[in-house]
C-alpha cells in the first residue's frame, strides 16, 4: 500500500485520487467575442454590448452527449462545467434570475443535458460556480469589475448590498445541488479579499470569506450533498487545493502544518479558458501527456479544460488535443488511474527524463520515459526488485540485467543494486513510452 497519506478533509475524496483526470468546462457567453472568458472586465465592455450576446446566444449544435464521449474516450473520469462564470451569466434553469440560458435564443437547461450526457457515460458530476458576478445589480463594483473605470462607478456601486448577493448564491447553489442529482464536486472561484484600490479607487474592496458568507455557502452545500467535494477558493479550508497553470514541483503541502493535501492541478489546452479563436498557444502532444504525468507522479489529478464554442461544439484543436489523451490512455491508463507518487526508497532510483507512478497497492512501478534513451535505461538501486518487466501499452517483454549494462565493451556501467532494462532502438508509436515494472 501506499504510504501517503494526505490531511483528512469533509468530502469523500477515496474516488478523486483513484479516477486522477477530469475535464474542465468553460463555456458561457463569452464563447461568442471567442476572446478568452475574463474579456467583459478585460475591454470594460458596457452592458449594452453585452446584453448583444445574451440576445444571440444559440449553441444550436450542442450535443452534451458527443462533449461525454469525447471526455470517455480521453480517458476523463469526471468533468466540471462552469454553471456561471465571472460574467454572471446563469447556463441553468434558475428561478433567480432572468439572466439564464432559458431566455436566450438557446432556449435549454445546458447544465441539465450536460449532467444527463456525463452521466449516462459513467463520469462523475462537478459544478464550477464563480463567486465573482459581473452582472448581478448586488455585486458591488471593485478593481475586477468591468465598470471599475466608469466615471460614475462609485455612484453605480452605492446601494449594492452584497449580503443580497451573498443570498442569492445560496439560493442559486442550493438549486444546484438539489435539481440535478447527486454532485459530485462544487468548484467556487474566487476569493480576493484584502484587496483594494489605489488612488481615488481607493473604495474599491476585493472580496472574500466575509462577503460570499461562505461558511453559510458551504455549510449549506455539505447539508444537501455529504460527501461532496469542495476546493478552498472561498477562503475557507475545504477538500482541495487547485494549482492553476503552473506545474508543482513537488507534492502540495498544508500551509501550516506541512501535511500533504489532495490537490489537482487545473490547465488549458491553449492560453484560455473560454473559446479564444486567435489563441495560438496550443500545446504539443508531447506537453499535454507529460503534464498528466507530472501531475500523477505527485500525487496530484489533472483536470484539463475545453472551450467549446458558442455553436456548442468542440473545435479541432481541442478535438484533436483529446485525441492525443485517447490514443495515449487507451493503452497506458494503467500507470495514471490508482496510481500515485512512487515510493520514497524508489524515487531515488529515477534515471534522467523519466517519471515514476506507482500503482496505490504497490505492486507495479511505473517508468515514463519522456526522452526515449538508447538503449538502456539504468535503474540504481532496483536490483533484485523487479520481477518482471514490460512496455505497457502492448505488453511486450522487457529484458532486463542486474549488476552491470550487457556489453562487451570495457567501460560499460557496473554496480551494485543497478538495473538495465534493454529498449529497442526505435521509440514505439506512443507519445510517452512507459515501462510497467513488478515488483517483487
Ligand atoms: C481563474 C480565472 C478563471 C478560470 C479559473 C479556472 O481563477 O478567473 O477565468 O475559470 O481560473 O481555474
Known sequence: MSSYVTRKTPGDTAWFTRDRFGMFIHWGLYAMPARHEWIKSREMIPEAHYDVYFKYFDPDLYDARTWARQAKAAGMKY???????????????????????????????????????????????????????????????????????????????????????????????????????????????????????????????????????????????????????????????????????????????????????????????????????????WKSPEMLIRMLVNTVALGGNLLMNVGPTARGYLDSRAEAALAVYADWMKVNGRSIYNCTMAEPDLLGSLPPDARFTQSQDGKRLYLHLFAYPFAHVLLKGLAGRVDYAQFLHDASEIKFTEGAVRHFSEGAAKGDGLLVLELPPVKPPVVVPVIELFLK
Not at 100 to 110: F, H, I, M, W, Y
Open 79 to 281: 468533468a466540471v462545467m462552469t454553471t456561471k462564470h465571472h460574467e454572471g451569466f446563469c447556463m441553468f434553469d434558475s428561478q433567480f434570475t432572468d439572466y439564464k440560458s432559458t431566455n436566450t435564443p438557446a432556449g435549454r437547461d445546458l447544465v441539465r443535458e450536460y449532467v444527463d450526457a456525463f452521466r449516462a457515460e459513467g463520469l462523475r458530476i462537478g459544478f464550477y460556480y464563480s463567486l465573482i458576478d459581473w452582472h448581478h445589480p448586488d455585486f458591488p463594483i471593485d478593481m475586477l469589475h468591468p465598470r471599475r473605470e466608469d466615471p460614475d462607478a462609485r455612484q453605480q456601486s452605492e446601494g449594492r448590498d452584497v449580503r443580497r448577493y451573498a443570498a442569492y448564491m445560496r439560493d442559486q447553489v442550493g438549486e444546484l445541488l438539489t435539481h440535478y442529482g447527486k454532485i459530485d464536486i462544487l468548484w467556487f472561484d474566487f476569493s480576493y479579499g484584502g484587496r483594494h484600490g489605489e488612488g481615488d479607487k481607493d473604495w474599491m474592496r476585493g472580496k472574500g470569506k466575509e462577503d460570499w458568507e461562505s461558511e453559510q455557502l458551504i455549510a449549506l452545500a455539505r447539508k444537501l450533498q455529504p460527501g461532496i467535494i469542495i476546493d478552498n477558493r472561498t477562503e475557507l479550508e475545504q477538500d482541495l487545493w487547485t494549482p492553476e497553470q503552473y506545474q508543482p514541483q513537488e507534492w502540495i503541502r498544508h500551509a501550516e502544518t506541512g501535511e500533504l493535501v489532495t490537490w489537482e492541478a487545473c490547465q488549458t489546452l491553449s492560453g484560455s479558458w473560454g473559446y479564444h479563436r486567435d489563441e495560438q498557444t
